[in-house]
């Protein structure tokens, strides 16, 4: 595809311009994607309202969104199992895959990363078309939609989270937080046969969903502690605490949370990029504290999940703004986080 196309860029923060560019042409080993959905995350949030996510910050103008699914739209040279019109879920960072930690398997940490929009590496995708490497495009099963391609992104944080704390049958778990990343954890958790899932947040809408989507119970913090709760566990707290909010109120909850040998989980992201965390009592528990930093090998298993009906994905989708409308679906997903639980923009 050839011409122009529109493109949602914020120049600065809280400061989003449409801009026209060139449609990019896919480069060997690429594929051109025209977009259908795309997630918009908190990080998205962060970015416009602060103007930075952790370490990263803005440094020029950006093109937001990293969660698409969209169609193949043209190939480029050496491109192999795709035709145009294939659907597809886009893994939104590209490793250099040869570095020691990529020739390990661990290419999520890779230093020379290229992540769609994120300072200094790639724009994003509130375009209409981008161009993306074969080798992080993933054919979607007729029975999964690019919307759901989208979303793959943010379960695969959940499911990452959860595969790297062993979560399994039998044990309990608490998860701080029930936005989109919280509500995946939960769905990860449920997959893997953990039945015992307690939900803390301040917003009873998200609580709700997370009922819906798998919570044994859910807890309003404003109205009930979590803390208090954890006591009446068996051993005095959880096996299993995921932080999936990023502040500073949940972090340092979660040492609070765990029992005897218990795991600790940080999985929100924060727009600080300094926290506390309670070390006296984690040590007296002799917790073990595991980061996540979004997720690694997952997107097939993620697919298959959503394609047998095993992580109702779908179920977190509360809002859809139109392209046309991308400024609002973000202005409008931070000012309305008591009834936003996930907003997606569609082509």
């Known amino acids: 595809m050839d011409g122009k196309m529109k493109v949602c860029v914020l120049t600065g923060k809280q400061s989003l311009e449409w801009i026209e560019r060139e449609i990019p042409k896919p480069g060997p080993g690429e594929l051109q994607i025209k977009l259908e959905y795309v997630g918009v995350c908190g990080s998205d949030l962060h970015f416009y309202q602060e103007g930075q996510l952790a370490n990263w910050k803005l440094n020029g103008p950006l093109a937001l969104g990293h969660e698409p699914g969209g169609v193949v739209s043209a190939i480029g040279e050496g491109v192999e199992g795709f035709q145009p019109g294939d659907r597809v879920a886009l893994e939104p960072a590209v490793p250099c895959g040869k570095c020691e930690d990529c020739r390990k398997g661990n290419y999520n940490l890779c230093r020379n990363i290229k992540m769609l929009a994120i300072p200094g590496e790639r724009d994003g995708v509130f375009a209409e078309y981008c161009v993306h490497d074969a080798s992080m495009c993933y054919k979607l099963p007729q029975n999964v939609s690019t919307m759901e391609g989208g979303l793959i992104e943010p379960l695969s944080v959940g499911l990452h989270a959860t595969e790297l704390s062993n979560a399994k049958v039998g044990e309990t778990a608490i998860v701080l937080g029930s936005g989109c990343i919280g509500l995946c954890t939960v769905m990860s958790l449920r997959a893997r046969g953990v039945s015992q899932i307690y939900v803390a947040d301040v917003l009873d809408k998200r609580l709700e969903k997370a009922m819906e989507v798998g919570a044994t119970r859910v807890f309003n913090s404003r109205k009930e502690s979590i803390e208090e709760f954890a006591k ?64 690694r090998n997952l ?43 996930k907003s997606v923009v569609k082509f």
């Open 232 to 295: 009446t566990l068996p051993g005095g707290g959880a096996d299993q605490v995921y932080e999936c909010a990023g502040n500073r109120i949940t972090t340092l909850q979660t040492c609070r949370l765990i029992r005897r040998a218990g795991k600790v989980t940080l999985v929100g992201v924060s727009p600080e990029p300094v926290l506390e965390l309670d070390i006296a009592t984690l040590n007296a528990m002799e917790g073990t504290i595991y980061s996540v930093y979004r997720y």
């Open 299 to 341: 997107y097939p298993k993620a697919i298959e999940a959503v394609s047998s009906g095993v992580i109702p994905l779908k179920k977190i989708v509360s809002h859809t703004f139109d392209f046309k409308d991308c400024i609002e679906a973000i202005e409008y997903s931070l000012e309305h986080k008591d009834e936003v639980i």
